[in-house]
Nanobody, 123 residues
Framework: QVQLVESGGGLVQAGGSLTLSCAASGRSFNNYAMGWFRQAPGKEREFVAAISVNGVSTYADSVTGRFTISRDNAKNTLYVKMGSLKPEDTAVYYC?????????????????WGQGTQVTVSG
């Protein structure tokens, strides 16, 4: 069982940076693959990035080179550092987790979801 709580969302200017964090509660944090999805109004939920228990990461094409996902297993915390932000990045960002090594990009592969945190990028 894992509980996920996101923080760090807010309002930022285009071209700026923002770092989101996700605090995971529960035992054996190191046994979970974790990641981020996002959903903008009127759009489907989309994959952003994920990282395995071994530190192997994968990114959506739309954020590659701008976002960096990381995890601190000692602190039971997941991060995504977002740079060169664009208005198109405006969305609710969700922290997700699943038990195991794989880091799939489909939403239904992740059983644990946070409530989300709003990121708004102004033009």
């Amino acid at each position: 069982q894992v509980q996920l709580v996101e923080s760090g969302g807010g309002l930022v200017q285009a071209g700026g940076s923002l770092t989101l964090s996700c605090a995971a509660s529960g035992r054996s944090f190191n046994n979970y693959a974790m990641g981020w999805f996002r959903q903008a109004p009127g759009k489907e939920r989309e994959f952003v990035a994920a990282i395995s228990v071994n530190g192997v990461s994968t990114y959506a094409d739309s954020v590659t080179g701008r976002f960096t996902i990381s995890r601190d297993n000692a602190k039971n915390t997941l991060y995504v550092k977002m740079g060169s932000l664009k208005p198109e990045d405006t969305a609710v960002y969700y922290c997700v987790a699943r038990h195991g090594i794989a880091v799939p990009t489909s939403a239904n592969a992740y059983v644990y979801w946070g409530q989300g945190t709003q990121v708004t990028v102004s033009g």
